[in-house]
């Protein structure tokens, strides 16, 4: 179970709870070069608005200011690992349920082909964004999953297209939506989620 923030004891919680509050808790003091952490312990209303999945080790994001792609998500893992090998078991087996529930939602949803791209980069991470002499690299990991189209598609009278398709992505090519529009495309992927997929 996925607790946020606590500032006093939990009534009636497991030890492995506790352990997690306190975890969670203090995730962004722990990685305080980490991006993603502060937005995973403390998210905005309108990052809570593109909450497409949550399970228990892994959140599933529309990124609302790249959807060059339609449906474009990130699935973040929940607590803070570096490298894909420190993952545990339950959250590779919880990562690969929540992958196929998403490629099957975004087919449902926008007849988006088999073809998914998935990948795990993590590159800005090792980037300081200033000269400060302390930082050190807190990679954080998520993946980035881009679904791809053989034609347009149109969401709230905005269209979409995959001009790269059957080829590899033009990764700078962006394209942001108002916070409606994202609500329909995650209310559109909600729709048809499921883990059984």
């Given at each position: 179970m996925y607790l946020k923030i606590v500032s006093k004891p939990l009534k009636n919680a497991s030890i492995e709870q506790h352990r997690k509050a306190y975890y969670y808790k203090s995730m962004a003091t722990q990685f305080p070069y980490c991006e993603i952490c502060p937005i995973i312990e403390n998210p905005s209303q309108k990052e809570l608005a593109m909450r497409i999945y949550e399970g228990d080790h892994w959140l599933v994001t529309l990124r609302r200011h790249n959807q060059a792609l339609l449906g474009t998500s990130f699935i973040t893992l929940k607590e803070h690992r570096e490298s894909l090998p420190d993952l545990t078991r339950e959250q590779d087996e919880e990562?690969?349920?929540?992958?196929?529930?998403?490629?099957?939602?975004v087919g449902a949803a926008f007849r988006a082909e088999s073809n998914l791209n998935l990948y795990c980069l993590m590159n800005y991470a090792f980037k300081s964004s200033n000269d400060d002499p302390n930082f050190v690299p807190q990679p954080h990991v998520h993946y980035h999953a881009k679904p791809r189209y053989s034609g347009p598609r149109t969401i709230g009278g905005v269209e979409f297209t995959d001009p790269e398709f059957g080829g590899p992505l033009e990764l700078r090519r962006t394209q942001a939506v108002s916070l409606p529009i994202g609500k329909i495309i995650v209310a559109d992927i909600k729709a048809h989620f499921s883990l059984a997929a």
């Open positions: 990562f690969r349920v929540i992958r196929n529930g998403f490629i099957h939602a």
